[in-house]
């Protein structure tokens, strides 16, 4: 039997892995466009590559997905976090969780990852073809034409693990074969916002902001971080996941607010804010910090509030404390425009789930042809979710079923 596998990436190669597992005698040959693999995996997690994440509960698992939560709930069944943290460490990549439940080699470097896979495709005999472009696929009777340069090869099966597109046209091969294909649109990205001057607070982070977007219902929590162009941190690109469309309608513009002490009820600010006012009156407002706010955060609201630089607790007022609970649990940001996360570009978009049995990951349409990975209309939020879903679509494309 021979299988392409048309893609380089963490899906590519973790499908060609399974197919040689399940089908020894299979000639699997990986085609990769670029003149590099694995090149995310690389520069996963700042070069330490997070693998996956420690939850285990497949509900709670598949809610991280705003794209494909109910079609991964079901292939979780076959392989989920728990698979795969045991198939790396019984494959010599030992991991460590960190307290956010993301999971890293415990060698903190993505070349263990890398050094893995290509140690077993060498043992498997997986050939591995870079700077080649699969330039359009079709049906015949004995399986699927590839069209790969000037020749046409013939194949068995196909599995396509080609990433996520940044434009539809990156996707119309798919489409022409008879695939719904689903407007790409970027997906966790940052909040720029040029005319805030709490960007002048870059590198502060606040561990347990609540921030949602004005309007639609959108809203997220976890840290945040102030940057040199405008706001990140999980809490950010978790609310652009889940909100990629919609903000893309917006042109990425839109009001940010911020609960900076991760507290919705209001009059329980209000009690701790008049619990300082009565045990220490006379301190100034400037010295003493509520929620364990950085200075500068604090120094910043108290600018914010138009408070005198002397003004001491039990000069608030009523209107001062109402001013003050406004600023620390209302807090309103312009958003205009956007920042990809680092180098991990992630889209939601692709080829419809609707075409893709989530038993096999093969195609509804063209019989022998499967997918795995970004390609689809699948996409997670920060934290090895991604890479999970890769693991699973691969796992489940490489059987061939």
Not at 41 to 66: D, F, M
Request: hydrophobic share 40%; glycine share 10%.
């Amino acid at each position: 039997m021979k299988v392409a596998v048309i893609g380089g990436g963490a899906a590519g190669f973790f499908a060609a892995i399974r197919v040689k597992e399940v089908h020894p005698d299979a000639d699997v040959t990986i085609f990769e466009k670029s003149k590099k693999i694995l090149a995310k995996v690389k520069i996963s997690g700042g070069g330490r590559c997070n693998v996956t994440n420690s939850e285990t509960n497949i509900k709670t698992l598949s809610q991280a997905y705003p794209r494909g939560e109910k079609f991964l709930r079901k292939a979780f069944g076959k392989f989920n976090t728990a698979h795969a943290i045991e198939w790396f460490e019984s494959r010599g990549v030992p991991l460590v969780a960190q307290a956010d439940n993301c999971i890293f080699p415990v060698s903190q470097d993505s070349q263990s990852v890398i050094d893995c896979f290509l140690s077993i495709a060498s043992k498997q005999e997986i050939k591995i073809k870079m700077s080649t472009t699969i330039r359009a696929i079709s049906e015949s009777e004995n399986g699927l034409s590839l069209t790969i340069g000037e020749s046409i090869q013939l194949f068995d099966k196909v599995i396509v693990a080609t990433g996520g597109s940044p434009k539809r046209s990156g996707l119309e091969w798919l489409g022409k074969l008879g695939h719904e294909i689903v407007d790409p649109v970027p997906s966790l990205f940052t909040f720029n916002m040029p005319n805030e001057s709490i960007t002048s607070l870059m590198g502060i982070v606040v561990e347990n902001a609540l921030v949602n977007v004005q309007g639609p219902k959108l809203k997220s929590s976890g840290p945040l971080l102030i940057t040199h162009w405008g706001m990140s941190g999980p809490a950010i690109l978790i609310l652009s996941a889940f909100g990629a469309r919609i903000l893309s309608e917006r042109a990425y513009s839109c009001v940010a607010q911020v609960n900076w002490v991760g507290e919705l009820n209001t009059e329980l600010v209000k009690a701790e804010i008049e619990k300082i006012i009565d045990d220490n009156p006379n301190k100034l407002v400037s010295n003493y910090r509520p929620y364990g706010l950085q200075d500068r955060l604090w120094q910043y609201f108290i600018e914010k509030c138009e408070f005198p630089k002397e003004h001491r607790w039990s000069s608030l007022g009523k209107k001062g404390v109402n001013k003050l609970i406004n600023c620390l649990t209302n807090d309103t940001y312009n958003v205009s425009g956007k920042t990809t996360f680092k180098e991990e570009f992630v889209t939601c978009g692709g080829v419809s789930l609707n075409d893709i049995d989530v038993k096999t990951m093969q195609s509804k349409v063209v019989p022998n042809l499967y997918f795995s990975g970004e390609v689809m209309d699948i996409d997670g939020i920060t934290g090895g979710y991604n890479f999970q879903a890769a693991w699973t679509t691969g796992y489940i494309a490489g059987e061939l079923g």
